[in-house]
T-cell receptor, first 114, second 114 residues
């Protein structure tokens, strides 16, 4: 069984540019989550999809971040325009259920904004 | 608001020695507690979780954790460390019935000496 896959594994962009991160959850998992770890800080929740609907986006930092999950399969997280403080590791996770079901994490996308 | 503290940023342990990682949480109700491990280049992997019942929880890879409500702690232990245990370990608290929205501690990086 394939795990949670994230693309790209690394991205280096300049301030002001746009970057799109992609996450392919485990097949059949309706719940998809985005988390972020900024350098030296904790891993923080960004948002939660149930199928194609945003269930909770309380962790999204600001309106430069846009997450989508068209068709309830893969998800994208776009940062436009990117700022220096957006640098960090972006993790995607998926689960079958939503209440403390086992979360399966991807290996993350390391984003560096210069 | 819930929070998790991992007091030790780095720990160095000799192979074969015992390991204990500290975790303290702040949560208003009965906590849902987790330990995750991230090996280099990998995603976060669930080691164990506590929801209720026996306060000593067994996990994968020979790890165990003990929930102590009076101390608001959920420390992770392993009796004999292997070189492959070198990784970063994260304690997290779940949001009860509101889905897999986790609050993470800052992580503890474990280095294993031969």
């Amino acid at each position: 069984e394939a795990g949670v896959t994230q693309f790209p594994s690394h991205s280096v962009i300049e301030k002001g540019q746009t970057v799109t991160l992609r996450c392919d959850p485990i097949s059949g998992h309706d719940n998809l989550y985005w988390y972020r770890r900024v350098m030296g800080k904790e891993i923080k929740f960004l948002l939660h999809f149930v199928k194609e609907s945003k269930q909770d986006e309380s962790g999204m930092p600001n309106n430069r971040f846009l997450a989508e999950r068209t068709g309830g399969t893969y998800s994208t997280l776009k940062v436009q325009p990117a700022e220096l403080e957006d640098s960090g590791v972006y993790f995607c996770a998926s689960s079958q259920g939503r209440n403390n079901e086992k979360l399966f994490f991807g290996s993350g996308t390391q984003l560096s904004v210069l | 608001a819930q929070s998790v503290t991992q007091p030790d940023i780095h720990i160095t342990v000799s192979e074969g020695a015992s390991l204990e990682l500290r975790c303290n949480y702040s949560y208003g109700a009965t906590p849902y507690l987790f330990w995750y491990v991230q090996s280099p280049g990998q995603g976060l992997q669930l080691l164990l979780k506590y929801f209720s019942g026996d306060t000593l929880v067994q996990g994968i890879k020979g790890f165990e954790a003990e929930f102590k409500r009076s101390q608001s702690s959920f420390n992770l232990r392993k009796p004999s460390v292997h070189w492959s245990d070198a990784a970063e370990y994260f304690c997290a608290v779940g949001d009860g019935g509101a889905g897999n929205k986790l609050t993470f501690g800052g992580g503890t990086r474990v280095l294993v000496k031969p």
